[in-house]
Structures are given as C-alpha cells and as structure tokens.
C-alpha cells in the first residue's frame, strides 16, 4: 500500500508543481524518449546480471508493490514452528525428528506452518543444519561459527536484487542525456525550419533529461532501498533459526531457544513474550 502512496505523492507532486508553473502536461508525454531511456535500462540489467538474478528480482517485485511478506505472523509460526521440533527431540531424542527434516512436507510437525514450508530456502536452510545437529557431535561454537558463515552467503544472495536494482538507478540519468543527445542530434537536422517547430524539437530532447532523472530518484532509487529492507527482514528468518540451534545445542529447554530467538526480532515485527507464549499453546 505505501508503494502505490508514495508513487502517487512524486507523480502528483511533481506534476502539480510543473502545472502550477505553467506547464503543459502532454509536452511531458514523448514515448520515443520513454523507448530508449526505459529500453536501454533494461538492456542494461539483462547485460549485468545472471539469469539468477534475473529471476530473483522479478520474484521479489510481488513483495515490493504489495509489502513484505516476512510479516509477526510469519515469526510467529516460525518460532512455533522451531519450538515444536526442539520439544519433541528433547522429549523424544534428536533422532524422533530425523523424519521431519528428511520429508518435510510429510512431517506433521511442518504441515501446521504452510507459510513457512513453502519458504523453500527457510526450510533447506532449517532441515540442512537439523541434520547436522542430529548426526555429528559439533561443538555449540562450531555450529554456530558454520551457519554464520552460510547467513553470510545468504545475505550476499538475497541483496543482489536491490545492488541489481541500484546500478540501474545510478545509470539511468545517463540514459536521460543519451535520449537528449539524440534528441539534440534530430533538432540540428531541422535548422532552418520554423521557429516553433524548433521549440518543440528542443523541449522534446530535454524530457529525456528530465525522465532519466525523474524515474532514477524517484522510483527506481527508492525500489532498490525497499529491496534492501525485505533482504534484511527475511535474513532475520536465519539469524531466528541460529539462535534457537545454537540455543539449543547448548543444552537450554526448547522455551528459551526460542526466546533467544525472538530476542532476534526487529522490534516492529517482534512478538511479545506472551504473544508467543499463547501462539505455542494454541497449537
């Protein structure tokens, strides 16, 4: 919902302002400058970056038009989730959650928490490090050591959409002044004609510039900001996840595994204590 605000509060804004200075709207509208400075952005992006990349970004744009998805909700179900699986190797063993991790779209433990088994990286990244949990004898501080490095990886993964999205920010007021040469370029060819036709020719040619720029710190520029912030809140979903490991591999009781994992949280998103407490009993 803020992103649909905030588009409509620079276009109204900007225009607003232009109209009261006694602008003309549709001088504004030259879809050819649109063609090449919008086109050679794309271009640009499909050349600089992996088909990985590619894909990540268009799949993070349902969560930057519509909000993040990491919502209390989904850390809810997730500190839910880690408590069930804890609760029951302590009760049981670590080996009575072995089944969970293997299959975990058959277990009954990850079926209660949809939102989190169709995160297919949350549930990897969960499952791969249970496993290790249940099958070697690590220290606390060398599974710790070993999933920071992987959050690491992560963190260098999930950003790349924003980085992807701000080289194109940085670049397309240059793409405004290649539309505006090229403009500049058509203008000279009309030398001689009629003083009107002239005016136009050179207004047009300027509205690259003025695009370029518009849509780089005005739309693209503050896309790549909000990617940065839902890489950021799904990274807490694995820092969330290593506390409550580490937690429990140093012998404390599923509760407050999952207290020092809450304790992860942002504190815009962070359950209360009793939030969670009444999220664990319901289930």
Known sequence: MLFIVGILVVVL???GGYIMHGGILSVL???SEFIIILGAAFGAFLIANSMHTVKETARHLPSLILGQSTSQKVYLDLLGLLFDIFNKAR???MMSIE????VPAESGIFTRYPAILKNARIVEFLTDNLRIMTTSNLAPHEIEGMIEAEIETQMHELSEPAHAISRIADGLPAFGIVAAVLGIVITMQ???GPPDALGKSVAAALVGTFVGIFIAYGFIGPMAT???DIAHAEIKMFECIKAAIVATSNGLPPQMAVEFARK?????ERPSFSQLDEHIRSR
Do not use: N
């Open 13 to 15: 804004c900007v225009a």
């Open 29 to 31: 509208w030259q879809p």
């Open 91 to 93: 009760r049981e063993g």
């Open 99 to 102: 089944a969970d991790i293997e």
């Open 190 to 192: 009309k030398l001689g």
């Open 226 to 228: 909000k990617l940065e």
């Open 264 to 268: 992860t949280l942002f504190s815009g």
